[in-house]
């Protein structure tokens, strides 16, 4: 089990509350995850575009200029479709994993948001106080989580 929530199961607060820090976390990993994925399919989506912008201005240059003998080439050759379907599908990809990242930012956002007017209106200034900040360091420096403030 993680450190982070072997912590927050030791801390002096409600089960909700420890419920609710869970789940800001798991939000906050699953969000990474999109972004990661997003990123690999980004610098393969640039790879296949570079491949397939080389790729035409080759054919052009050895067809003399002659677009229809490019296309011709293309329409004959099963590999140049095959990459064509490769680039295309990967565009697509990468848009639905963008939809999916956005979706899971905006989730974790607004759990973020209420974790901190939740953590803000029910502490006191006492030990409470310096538990709220213990906490908040300890999610920030291990998950990069702020619940310190909302915006």
């Known amino acids: ?26 939000r906050k990993e699953k969000e990474r995850y999109y972004k990661a994925r997003l990123v690999y399919v980004t610098i393969v989506n640039a790879c296949v575009t570079a491949t397939i912008a080389l790729w035409l ?12 003998d490019v296309l ?3 329409a004959q050759s099963k590999a140049s479709v095959l990459f064509v379907l490769v680039g295309i599908s990967t ?9 999916q990242h956005k979706k899971q930012k905006d989730k974790y956002e607004n759990l973020r948001e209420e974790v901190t007017r939740r953590l803000s209106a029910t502490w006191k200034i006492n030990d ?3 538990l709220k900040d213990a906490l908040a360091e300890k999610l920030k420096s291990a998950k990069d989580i702020n619940i310190r403030y909302i915006k």
């Open 91 to 99: 565009f697509i990809y990468a848009g639905s994993l963008s939809k």
């Open 72 to 74: 011709d080439y293309f």
């Open 128 to 130: 409470d106080s310096k």
């Open 57 to 68: 201005f080759k054919l052009q240059s050895d067809a003399g200029g002659n677009m229809m």
């Open 1 to 26: 089990m993680d450190e982070t929530i072997q912590w927050i199961d030791r801390m002096a607060v409600a089960e909700d509350t420890k419920r609710m820090l869970k789940e800001l976390i798991a």
